[in-house]
């Protein structure tokens, strides 16, 4: 599985837009981005995934640059309850693909 | 309602002591995933698991090992090898729809004195 590399911490105004960056540069042509976020003491929560198109779903959006060597997660509008270590990983879409390796993550503070 | 049990959320051994922390899922999924947390870190990988009675190293394995007798368990035995066993413990699986994303685990709390 390709390596990621986030910022490890990042602050957000409440009701702003978050922008959580991701870079991937390794990242293969049959593996997708994939975002999870961790609220202290509790196991990730998925977000959202993608290949090469952005996504969007009810919780965030997913921008992934042409050559897909990065990504953006973006939370439109950002609550105190965002606050959380957000998670970028890649691999397969496979359900048995194998590894699936995590990383430190993002720490976003969401502040009043 | 379909989700990743584990057991106990809290767990104190002695040192020297080997103890087994539980992993069951009732969502049908073939791989199965053990990840280690310590305070102010991301997750490492301890093994994982494609398929009932296989199963492979992750990045941190030493101390640990693992069974897979049934789809729907996977439990993991922190040994008396591991030099630091002190943690939080995330059981995960893999979903094989359209998403693929991995379901975790509410995470067992280790503490080894």
């Known amino acids: 599985d390709a390596k990621t590399t986030q910022p490890p911490s990042m602050d957000c105004a409440e009701g702003r837009a978050a922008n959580l960056p991701c870079n991937h540069s390794t990242i293969s042509g049959n593996e997708y981005v994939y975002w999870y976020r961790q609220i202290h003491s509790q196991g990730p929560q998925y977000i959202i995934h993608g290949l090469k198109n952005n996504e969007t779903n009810e919780m965030a959006s997913l921008i992934i640059t042409e050559d897909r060597k990065s990504s953006t997660l973006i939370l439109p509008h950002a609550t105190l309850r965002d606050t959380a270590v957000y998670y970028c990983?890649?691999?397969?879409?496979?359900?048995?693909?194998?590894?699936?390796?995590f990383g430190d993550g993002t720490t976003l503070t969401v502040k009043p | 309602d379909g989700g990743i049990t584990q057991s106990p959320k809290y767990l104190f051994r002695k040192e020297g002591q080997n103890v087994t922390l539980s992993c069951e899922q009732n969502?049908?999924?073939?791989?199965m995933y053990w990840y280690r947390q310590d305070p102010g870190q991301g997750l490492r990988l301890i093994y994982y698991s494609q398929i009932v009675n296989d199963f492979q190293k992750g990045d941190i394995a030493e101390g640990y090992s693992v069974s897979r007798e049934k789809k729907e368990s996977f439990p993991l035995t922190v040994t008396s090898a591991q030099k630091n066993p002190t943690a939080f413990y995330l059981c995960?699986?893999?979903?094989?729809?359209?998403?693929?994303?991995?379901?975790f685990g509410p995470g067992t709390r280790l503490t080894v004195t």
């Open positions: 995960a699986s893999t979903n094989g729809g359209p998403a693929g994303e991995q379901y």
């Open positions: 969502l049908n999924h073939d791989a």
């Open positions: 990983i890649v691999r397969v879409l496979a359900a048995n693909a194998g590894k699936s390796t």
